[in-house]
T-cell receptor
Framework: EAGVTQFPSHSVIEKGQTVTLRCDPI?????LYWYRRVMGKEIKFLLH????????ESGMPNNRFLAERTGGTYSTLKVQPAELEDSGVYFC??????????????FGSGTQLSVL | AQTVTQSQPEMSVQEAETVTLSCTYD???????LFWYKQPPSRQMILVIR??????QNATENRFSVNFQKAAKSFSLKISDSQLGDTAMYFC???????????FGTGTRLKVLA
């Protein structure tokens, strides 16, 4: 079974440019999450999709970040325009419907974003 | 708001030895889940072990076990018979059931030495 895949694995862009990160969840997983880890800090929640709907986007830093999940399959996270503080590792995760004690997220390897 | 603290940024252990990674958390909830995730270099983050707060028995998974102290809000991970493949970043995480949102610590980088 294929795991959660993220593309690209690394991205280096200049301040003011646009970058789009992609996440392909495990097939059949309705729940898709984006998290971000800024250098040396904790991994922070960005948002949660259930199928194509945004369930919770309380962690999105500002309106320069736009996440989509058209068709409820893969998701994209666009940063426009990118700022220096956006640098970090962006993780995607997916899960089946969580009930009871079956809470488990499957993570991708992350996208390392460097804004210069 | 919940917080998770990992006070050890880096640790090292000799192969075959035992190491304990610390994690404390703060919450007013009575029921929740705690996790340890492992991220090997350039690889996916994977679940190591999970503990449900209402269970008093400490979770174990082969060489990995936890010491869950609910009153002290402590959730340490013990790795026995450390192997080179255990070299990774380890993250402690908290989740309130039904929220689907993990609260992570800052991570501990563990290096197993040959």
């Amino acid at each position: 079974e294929a795991g959660v895949t993220q593309f690209p694995s690394h991205s280096v862009i200049e301040k003011g440019q646009t970058v789009t990160l992609r996440c392909d969840p495990i097939s059949g997983h309705d729940n898709l999450y984006w998290y971000r880890r800024v250098m040396g800090k904790e991994i922070k929640f960005l948002l949660h999709f259930v199928k194509e709907s945004k369930q919770d986007e309380s962690g999105m830093p500002n309106n320069r970040f736009l996440a989509e999940r058209t068709g409820g399959t893969y998701s994209t996270l666009k940063v426009q325009p990118a700022e220096l503080e956006d640098s970090g590792v962006y993780f995607c995760a997916s899960s089946q419907e969580m009930t009871g004690s079956k809470e488990k997220l499957f993570f991708g390897s992350g996208t390392q974003l460097s804004v210069l | 708001a919940q917080t998770v603290t990992q006070s050890q940024p880096e640790m090292s252990v000799q192969e075959a030895e035992t190491v304990t990674l610390s994690c404390t958390y703060d919450t007013s909830e009575s029921n929740y889940y705690l996790f340890w995730y492992k991220q090997p270099p350039s690889r996916q983050m994977i679940l190591v072990i999970r503990q449900e707060a209402y269970k008093q028995q400490n979770a174990t998974e082969n060489r990995f076990s936890v010491n869950f102290q609910k009153a002290a809000k402590s959730f340490s991970l013990k790795i026995s018979d450390s192997q080179l493949g255990d070299t990774a970043m380890y993250f402690c995480a908290f989740m309130k059931p039904g929220t689907y949102k993990y609260i992570f610590g800052t991570g501990t980088r563990l290096k197993v030495l040959a």
